[in-house]
């Protein structure tokens, strides 16, 4: 509101202000003539005065007939030259209105069409013969600038230091309607480095005007050098610098609008819609090559229920960290909880191979892994086809991680090696009457304290109730992580449920769920009452491996 309030302002006082100089050169001009008038009359009177007869009556009337005529032409031409001055200030009021409502309509779209703003200063330029027009404002804490003009002169201002640009902010606040600044003494004195600029690339003069932000304070800053219509080009900052505060304002909004729904909030990386829109958009047309690696990070869940979501993002932002350090960011996506995407038009196959290996190798050495596929091709390729396949590609690797993750554990414990737990003997003797022959483990669950006695189970199965400190449920659930296959996630999390379970029992029904490992080993989980469910409501769990 601050800033229309001044922009109104600045526009009647240049409107009063022509009007003023116009008639002050009219009135001036009358009274110039009006004075010759009078001194021709002077004269005449002292002649009639001092000899009066009536040859110098009729050369005095003749004088006074060309004296009348003399001011009818005098105010004629005065006339005139009036009517010229204001056509051509209308002239070229015109042009500047029509130059302006140009700007502000390519500045009204410039939130979603950036560009809009390097055109609407292309017009400026143009207008004001500059050889630099040029828009610093503030972007993620930084000073960016947007620039039109003399090439030598867009290199000297885009490789300023930023303690240029910020005195390029203290300069223009130091004038809040904006200015016209020389080289002199002061300047060298007050702006040492604006100055050092303007002696460096010969401008003879720069043009500042402060962009106020809607607190009120100078946000950002608009600027000509070396322009060879200073004046017009000060009036010019001047009536835009509202539609340019308020375009800033909208640009900076809907960047914040379309980031939030298009970027990650825990690592900053583009999102799954951001994903989902380039495969929308993207063709091979034009493509030499294209890449793509799809990444998942392995044992998210087990981190999660044993040391805090906490320790988890902190594995996500690392992960986005390396893939930043090695890929361009508009490259890299987070599509899920746990999965990355990685693609490139213009890295070779390699490449991309050493680069994805040393981002797994600093992870590995951080006690943090992830497994990954690649797809590469340069032939009658689909881009789409190949993230697919790149997929596929990853959970083969996932697959052999586990598998190999497994096959260590047994080698430290053989499954046959089993744990006899303290369990009750009524768990003991149900189990007996089930007669398993085929079995992973065998609890008494006890679901008001989710704690469990074993009776059999592999080792490296207790080792994962133990770091869940006696809670069945995140015991299991570190084991679903590391063991089981993905598409059985949602079941066996429908099925972990302690008071369905009960009513289940109660009605005499027997709870069961099946599902695969992600060696291809099938598992069904069964769970019965024991002798004494009624009182103690204790259940007992059977894994048996199916086909």
Same mark, same amino acid.
């Given at each position: 509101m601050k800033q229309v309030i001044v922009f109104m302002k600045k526009q009647c006082k240049k409107l009063s202000d022509r009007r003023v100089i116009a008639l002050g050169i009219?009135?001036?001009?009358?009274?110039?003539?009006?004075?010759?008038?009078?001194?021709?009359?002077?004269?005449?009177?002292?002649?009639?005065?001092?000899?009066?007869?009536?040859?110098?009556a009729d050369k005095s009337a003749e004088e006074l007939r060309h004296m009348?005529?003399?001011?009818? %032409?005098? /105010?004629?031409?005065?006339?005139?030259?009036?009517?010229?001055?204001?056509? %051509?200030?209308?002239?070229?009021?015109?042009?500047?209105?029509?130059?302006?409502?140009?700007?502000?309509?390519?500045?009204?779209?410039?939130?979603?069409?950036?560009?809009?703003?390097?055109?609407?200063?292309?017009?400026?330029?143009?207008?004001?013969?500059?050889?630099?027009?040029?828009?610093?404002?503030?972007?993620?804490?930084?000073?960016?600038?947007?620039i039109i003009g003399d090439s030598e002169m867009r290199r000297g201002i885009y490789s300023a230091a930023h303690e240029r640009r910020l005195e390029l902010y203290a300069c223009a606040a130091a004038n809040p309607d904006g200015a016209v600044y020389r080289r002199s003494r002061k300047m060298k004195h007050d702006f040492p480095l604006?100055?050092?600029?303007?002696?460096?690339?010969?401008?003879?003069?720069?043009? /500042?005007?402060?962009?106020?932000?809607?607190?009120?304070?100078?946000?950002?800053?608009?600027?000509?050098?070396?322009?060879?219509?200073?004046?017009?080009?000060?009036?010019?900052?001047?009536?835009?610098?509202?539609?340019?505060?308020?375009?800033?304002?909208?640009?900076?909004?809907?960047?914040?609008?379309?980031n939030s729904g298009t970027t990650d909030a825990l690592t900053g990386l583009h999102n799954r819609l951001?994903?989902?829109?380039?495969?929308?958009?993207?063709?091979?047309?034009?493509?030499?090559?294209?890449?793509?690696?799809?990444?998942?990070?392995?044992?998210?869940?087990?981190?999660?229920?044993?040391?805090?979501?906490?320790?988890?993002?902190?594995?996500?932002?690392?992960?986005?960290?390396?893939?930043?350090?090695?890929?361009?960011?508009?490259?890299?996506?987070?599509i899920g909880g746990d999965e990355f995407v990685v693609v490139s038009e213009k890295m070779e196959k390699k490449e991309m191979e050493s680069r994805m290996a040393m981002v797994d190798r600093i992870l590995a050495q951080k006690n943090y892994y992830i497994s990954y596929g690649l797809a590469w091709d340069t032939d009658s390729f689909?881009?789409?086809?190949?993230?697919?396949?790149?997929?596929?590609?990853?959970?083969?690797?996932?697959?052999?991680?586990?598998?190999?993750?497994?096959?260590?554990?047994?080698?430290?414990?053989?499954?046959?090696?089993?744990v006899k737990g303290e369990a009750s003997e009524e768990a003991v003797r149900t189990f007996t009457d089930v007669a398993w022959q085929h079995f992973r483990g065998v609890f008494e669950v006890d679901p008001v304290t989710d704690t469990a006695k074993c009776l059999f189970l592999p080792n490296y199965f207790y080792d994962l109730l133990v770091k869940s400190e006696g809670s069945f449920r995140k015991g299991c659930y570190a084991y679903v992580e590391s063991m089981v296959d993905k598409a059985y996630f949602r079941a066996i999390d429908e099925f972990f449920n302690y008071d369905q379970l009960m009513q289940m029992l109660d009605r005499g029904e027997e709870p069961i769920v099946r599902y695969r490992r992600i060696d291809g080993q099938g598992i069904?989980?069964?769970?019965?009452?024991?002798?004494?469910?009624?009182?103690?409501?204790?259940?007992?769990?059977?894994?048996?491996?199916?086909?």
């Open positions: 009219f009135v001036f001009y009358l009274m110039v003539g009006f004075a010759i008038l009078m001194v021709r009359m002077s004269r005449m009177k002292k002649r009639i005065t001092k000899e009066f007869s009536g040859a110098i009348v005529a003399f001011v009818g %032409i005098y /105010l004629v031409i005065g006339l005139v030259v009036y009517y010229i001055i204001q056509m %051509i200030w209308a002239y070229n009021q015109r042009k500047t209105s029509a130059l302006i409502s140009k700007v502000e309509n390519l500045l009204m779209d410039a939130a979603y069409k950036p560009e809009n703003f390097q055109l609407a200063m292309e017009e400026m330029n143009r207008y004001c013969s500059s050889e630099v027009t040029a828009l610093v404002y503030e972007e993620d804490d930084t000073h960016k600038t947007k604006t100055y050092a600029f303007m002696e460096e690339y010969h401008a003879d003069n720069i043009v /500042l005007v402060p962009v106020l932000g809607t607190d009120g304070e100078v946000r950002d800053v608009a600027g000509m050098a070396h322009t060879a219509r200073p004046r017009y080009a000060l009036e010019l900052l001047q009536s835009l610098a509202c539609p340019m505060s308020l375009a800033m304002h909208n640009y900076r909004y809907f960047t914040v609008v379309k951001a994903f989902d829109r380039w495969m929308e958009q993207t063709n091979a047309d034009g493509m030499i090559r294209f890449g793509c690696v799809y990444i998942d990070v392995n044992e998210l869940h087990t981190i999660n229920n044993r040391d805090g979501h906490e320790a988890g993002d902190r594995m996500l932002i690392e992960i986005a960290k390396l893939l930043l350090a090695q890929f361009a960011v508009d490259t890299v996506y987070r689909n881009p789409k086809e190949l993230v697919h396949i790149a997929e596929e590609r990853m959970y083969e690797a996932k697959f052999l991680y586990y598998q190999r993750k497994e096959q260590r554990n047994l080698d430290a414990m053989p499954e046959a090696e089993m069904a989980v069964r769970v019965y009452p024991l002798e004494n469910y009624q009182e103690t409501r204790h259940m007992l769990w059977i894994l048996e491996t199916i086909n």
